[in-house]
């Protein structure tokens, strides 16, 4: 099983400025890596897949990075809807699919 | 527009058994691999079973093997989730979603907006 591991767990920050999330894999998952944003009481939504492609209608504020083990999700000029948890997703080798444990982006 | 649209979940004791259900709508059901993910009272995110586009092929959590059967009516485009012998850490919010067509699509797309199942005495 791949186990996908975040940081941090909490981001505490100010709207308007630059979060960089990161999450690992434990062993390589080339670019099979998505990435979700959850607010409360929502289900997840889909942000990124391949690593780096945005789904449809996610704005362009959102940019994903990386490839075998090392991924980064990169929120620019945080606006307040953004104020969420994000998890990452494997999907290289499965079963089982594996979620990384999230991190929570908080207004500092 | 694509939807899913969970129900089916409740209250049921320990050992007890529930039927989930995943309507979709909007695309062609029968196409894509299809999966349940749950969620516990304040925890993360964790994959429960799959389902081919045919039904012939099924994949499980290793948590749930054995207990869960997940299945599918593609006349309906329905997807069902069996739960049996059901215990205190099932309790969690089920999603149902869509995957690709094929394994390598492995991204969820879209999600339903989850049914809650509670397993208490």
């Known amino acids: 099983e791949i186990v996908m591991t975040q940081s941090p767990v909490t981001l505490s920050v100010s709207p308007g400025e630059r979060v960089t999330l990161s999450c690992r894999a434990s062993?390589?998952?080339?670019?099979?890596l998505a990435w979700y944003q959850q607010r409360p009481g929502q289900a997840p939504r889909l942000l990124i897949y391949g690593a780096s492609i945005r789904a449809t209608g996610i704005p362009a504020r959102f940019s994903g990075s990386g490839s075998g083990t090392e991924f980064t999700l990169t929120i620019n000029s945080l606006q307040s809807e953004d104020f969420a948890l994000y998890y990452c997703?494997?999907?290289?080798?499965?079963?089982?699919?594996?979620f990384g444990g999230g991190t929570k982006v908080e207004m500092k | 527009e694509v939807q899913l649209l969970e129900s089916g979940g409740g209250l049921v004791q320990p050992g007890g058994s529930l039927k989930l259900s995943c309507a979709g709508s909007?695309?062609?059901?029968?196409?894509?691999?299809m999966t349940w993910v749950r969620q516990a009272p304040g925890k993360g995110l964790e994959w429960v079973s799959s389902i081919s586009g045919s039904g012939l092929s099924r994949y499980y959590a290793d948590s749930v093997k054995a207990r869960f059967t997940i299945s599918r009516d593609n006349s309906k485009n329905t997807m069902y989730l069996q739960l049996k012998s059901l215990r205190a850490d099932d309790t969690a919010v089920y999603y149902c979603?869509?995957?690709?067509?094929?394994?390598?699509?492995?991204?969820?797309?879209?999600w339903g907006q989850g049914t809650l199942v509670t397993v208490s005495s």
């Open positions: 979603a869509r995957l690709g067509r094929r394994p390598s699509e492995g991204w969820f797309y879209p």
């Open positions: 997703q494997q999907y290289n080798n499965w079963p089982p699919l594996t």
């Open positions: 062993q390589s998952v080339t670019t099979s």
């Open positions: 909007g695309f062609t059901f029968s196409t894509y691999i």
